[in-house]
């Protein structure tokens, strides 16, 4: 097992380096450069490939050259198709031939932020959609091989958002410099705009596009897939908000800094599987302690739509950090300090009444918590909150069903604060668990406690009213008694009411009495 565990490794490896080869076009070394490289490259590896090759199963042996003579055949079937250039790329000055790399600059960008780059910018965005493509992503989206819209290192003003002219395209990468909305631009439009424009498309001449481009008689169910954005500043100059997502499929927003919105940083609406990793956004530039904070409004992020990712991503200036209205997100590694609770701000925003289905794990909430409106489906782990940062309930019905609040860390300052609020009513409750948590200087809240009661006397009260999360709702209770005495007395439960556990013995007793309540299952 293990034998051949490493030779899977070692042909794995093997291959690596005749794919590498085979990029570099040069075929006729592949055996001898590659034997080097293992050899001598690799260090165990390679030794162990090469005891491999010498001493393992004639079996490994064959499937390995099998392997490598397929891939051969198929490098002489299709020779130098890797980097061909496109036959009705209309030249422009906006790219060296045959590359697809639609510089900004040479579009007349002006890198500055001096003058408007609006068109020049538009017209970089349009090229690079009609670029030839090559077969599709998902049925219907034409993918673009990765054509990249170079923004250069520069700085451009924008006074329009900026839009691909047509939908139904994918596979592109827009990145490197700032863009920032001039003093005339929308309050409600975004810097970039991944939808269907109809002004845009009337206003473009009309498109050469090629036959495999049919774009508007598409039947995709979404606008866009594997579009990524890299490497960018959105300044809204207090306009507009930064990349607004609509219908689209596996967006990525890597390594953005997106500032001065006043609506959204980002906004996704339907579609799925945006991801969202390693970005900054903040309406103002602050780090903390802001004498504005009080001002901030808008929102870092809105997921209106399922299955997207939030990971590692900071927020440190907005009303809400971030506003969830779509199911089965998942966010990771947030920190959160826009607005603190104190001044009405809102780190999490769950508007998901009656069907939540997210998880909140590995962040830190920064002076400001999460609202979840009818939890239902909610995992809240290992995360942080800092400065009495606490979560609240809100009822719209008044349900709260399968909610995990477990291994967080709670730290306040005495003011006693509880670490989970309702915020109204809660009559339809079942499977909450808020347990396990790390709570200093703030009240604990938990669905599952434990008491002990100590007494000389026949009757004995354990009362949770402090702990728990829900009033007057117990559905289980373990108990026992110890006694020290000689007596053996019958004892029994009284009453379960109010968060309190009545126990009773038929005759006094010096007893401890150990009391065990969970409000989250049975029913
Ligand atoms: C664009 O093409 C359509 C036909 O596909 C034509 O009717 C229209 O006049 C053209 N517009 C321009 C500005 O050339
Ligand atoms: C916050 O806003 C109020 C009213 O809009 C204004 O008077 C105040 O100066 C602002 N504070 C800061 C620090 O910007
Ligand atoms: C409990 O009561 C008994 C008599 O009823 C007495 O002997 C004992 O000292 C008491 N123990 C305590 C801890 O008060
Ligand atoms: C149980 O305790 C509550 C107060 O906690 C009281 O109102 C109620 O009457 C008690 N029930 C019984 C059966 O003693």
Not at 107 to 127: H, I, N, R, V, W
Request: hydrophobic share 35%.
């Amino acid at each position: 097992m293990k034998g051949s565990l490493l030779t899977t490794k070692a042909l794995l490896l093997f291959l690596n380096c005749v794919m590498i080869i085979e990029l570099m076009g040069h075929l006729m070394v592949i055996e001898v450069y590659g034997a080097n490289s293992m050899a001598t490259n690799h260090g165990s590896s390679g030794r162990l490939l090469h005891e491999n090759q010498h001493h393992g199963s004639n079996s490994n042996n064959h499937l390995l050259k099998r392997k490598m003579q397929t891939i051969k055949d198929s490098i002489a079937a299709r020779p130098s198709t890797l980097i061909s250039p496109s036959p009705n790329l209309a030249p422009s000055t906006g790219h060296i031939t045959g590359s697809r790399v639609y510089h900004v600059t040479s579009y007349g960008a002006d890198p500055t932020g001096k003058t408007d780059s609006t068109e020049a910018l538009l017209k970089a965005f349009s090229e690079a959609s009609k670029s030839i493509s090559n077969g599709f992503l998902i049925d219907g989206i034409n993918n673009l091989g990765g054509v990249e819209i170079h923004l250069n290192g520069g700085i451009y003003l924008i006074s329009r958002p900026l839009q691909f002219p047509t939908a139904y395209i994918g596979n592109i990468l827009i990145h490197g410099g700032t863009l920032k909305a001039s003093d005339n631009f929308a309050t409600d439009r975004y810097l970039i705009e991944l939808s269907v424009s109809s002004s845009s498309q009337s206003n473009q001449e009309n498109t050469t596009s090629s036959p495999n481009q049919k774009l508007s008689t598409s039947t995709a169910a979404y606008n866009f897939e594997y579009i990524t954005f890299r490497d960018l500043m959105l300044d809204c100059n207090y306009k507009g908000g930064g990349i607004a997502v609509a219908n689209s499929l596996r967006i990525g927003i890597d390594n953005c800094y997106i500032v001065h919105f006043m609506s959204e940083g980002i906004r996704v609406d339907g579609g799925h599987e945006t991801m969202i990793r390693s970005s900054y956004l903040g309406q103002h530039i602050t780090a903390g302690s802001d004498p504005g904070e009080k001002n901030f409004t808008g929102t870092g992020i809105s997921l209106a739509g399922n299955d997207n990712v939030v990971s590692d991503v900071i927020v440190f200036s907005a009303d809400t950090g971030i506003i969830l209205s779509g199911q089965a997100n998942l966010l990771s590694g947030v920190h959160l300090y826009n607005k603190a609770t104190g001044f009405g701000g809102t780190g999490i925003y769950l508007k998901l009444a009656g069907l939540t289905q997210t998880r909140i794990v590995n962040s830190y909430l920064d002076y400001t918590g999460i609202v979840a409106e009818d939890p239902v489906q909610l995992i809240i782990a290992n995360n942080f909150f800092l400065g009495d940062a606490f979560i609240s309930f809100k009822s719209v019905k008044g349900v709260a069903n399968g909610v995990n609040i477990v291994d967080n860390i709670f730290s306040g300052s005495g003011n006693g604060i509880d670490i989970v609020q309702l915020n109204g009513p809660f009559g339809d409750v079942d499977e909450i668990l808020v347990d396990r948590n790390s709570v200093k200087g703030m009240n604990v809240k938990a669905t599952v406690a434990k008491v002990a009661v100590q007494g000389n006397g026949s009757s004995w009260t354990a009362d949770f009213r402090k702990i728990l999360l829900f009033p007057n709702l117990i559905k289980h209770v373990q108990y026992t008694l110890s006694t020290s005495g000689n007596a053996f007395p019958n004892y029994a439960l009284r009453n379960v009411s109010e968060n309190q556990v009545v126990i009773e013995s038929n005759v006094p007793a010096t007893t401890s009495v150990y009391v065990m309540v969970d409000q989250g299952f049975g029913s």
